[in-house]
């Protein structure tokens, strides 16, 4: 069992930037083996996988979806066992709970509800002016 915890959410101007966290609440080596990946959901709409980062035995191979491609960069400091999140060039369309979310899948590309196997309990992101 991973219990997963998100930080670093908060109320941005458009062109901000956030730095979101996503730690296991309490230590364990597991974290490493698993993919992590956000995903987002604004209100009214499904939620949809952002940005995912393999495991460091994999490459930590980085995925992200168009809509932020470019704008968000993820990484993994293993030593903390934490994942960031960078968000960039922040848009009011990047408005939603954000979600860290664990799963063993070996495969590439962005995650998807289906194989994840933990979740966080989400951080609110607002870019308003």
């Known amino acids: 069992q991973v219990q997963l915890v998100e930080s670093g959410g908060g109320l941005v101007q458009p062109g901000g930037s956030l730095r979101l966290s996503c730690a296991p609440s309490?230590?364990?080596?597991?974290?490493?083996?698993?993919?992590i990946g956000w995903f987002r959901q604004a209100p009214g709409k499904d939620r949809e996988g952002v940005s995912c980062?393999?495991?460091?035995?994999?490459?930590?191979?980085?995925y992200y979806s168009d809509s932020v491609k470019g704008r968000f960069t993820i990484s993994r400091d293993n030593a903390k066992h934490t994942v960031y999140l960078h968000l960039n060039s922040l848009k009011p369309e990047d408005t939603g709970i954000y979600y860290c979310?664990?799963?063993?899948?070996?495969?590439?590309?962005?995650?998807?509800?289906?194989?994840?196997?933990?979740w966080g309990q989400g951080t609110q992101v607002t870019v308003s002016s």
């Open positions: 979310a664990a799963s063993l899948r070996s495969s590439g590309g962005l995650l998807t509800t289906d194989v994840v196997s933990y």
């Open positions: 309490r230590y364990t080596a597991t974290f490493d083996y698993y993919a």
């Open positions: 980062i393999s495991i460091s035995k994999s490459g930590g191979q980085s």
